[in-house]
């Protein structure tokens, strides 16, 4: 397993979460790491993306304020850091470096589920 995301759970809307992904060094070292989601019925989305010095981050519209990516490189670790939670940011959420953005599904890992609901 190359990808291991984790912190996902089922909150309601105004809180927070904050979501971890461990990434084999193959995948992480040197390379552009995003966030990505996929709601049900729905194709996979970009969310964030963090630079490979950390210096630069990318959100997507929905998530600009609200969401904060990171990375340790130390760790091979990615994080994203959620804030005011709204019932459409439930989604599985998934990280991967942007190379392979378009890869099949063998290319990423399980996901972690966020569900917001009252």
């Known amino acids: 397993v190359h990808l291991v995301e984790s912190g996902g759970a089922f909150v309601q809307p105004g809180e927070s979460l904050r979501l971890s992904c461990a990434a084999a060094k193959m995948i992480f070292a040197g390379n552009v790491m995003g966030w990505y989601r996929q709601a049900r019925g729905k194709p996979r989305e970009l969310v964030a993306l963090?630079?490979?010095?950390?210096?630069?981050?990318n959100y997507t519209d929905s998530v600009k304020g609200r969401f904060t990516i990171s990375r340790d490189n130390s760790k091979n670790s990615v994080y994203l850091q959620m804030n005011n939670l709204k019932p459409e940011d439930t989604a599985v959420y998934y990280c991967?470096?942007?190379?392979?953005?378009?890869?099949?599904?063998?290319?990423w890992g399980l996901g972690t589920q966020v569900f917001v609901a009252s």
């Open positions: 991967n470096a942007d190379v392979y953005r378009d890869y099949p599904k063998d290319y």
């Open positions: 963090v630079s490979v010095d950390g210096g630069s981050t």
